[in-house]
């Protein structure tokens, strides 16, 4: 028998790199915005553009997709793993 601690401990590594896109993401969007104020005119509304892409419709809106792929290939490594040979 295989050990499954293996997978999990994966899992962990994985939730880690998850977080850690979603809070630079949330830092840049702050930075944008305070960029977006400070500047105004054309540059704001430019500003404000891509935060929308980046936020709400870019790549924010498929980060509960990823994960729930990646948690879902995990627990079916998890169960279907780990059988003797």
């Avoid at 994985?14 to 840049?28: D, E, K, L, N, R």
């Avoid at 980046?54 to 079916?76: C, E, Q, Y």
Wanted: glycine share 16%.
């Amino acid at each position: 028998m295989e050990s499954k601690k293996g997978n999990m401990q994966v899992l962990v590594g994985v939730a880690y790199g998850i977080i850690a896109i979603a809070v630079i993401a949330g830092i840049g969007l702050v930075v944008l915005n305070n960029l977006g104020n400070a500047t105004g005119g054309a540059a704001n509304t430019s500003i404000q553009y891509a935060m929308t892409q980046l936020g709400s419709t870019g790549l924010l809106s498929w980060l509960p997709a990823i994960i729930a792929l990646v948690v879902g290939v995990f627990f079916l490594t998890y169960f279907m793993g780990g059988k003797a040979k």
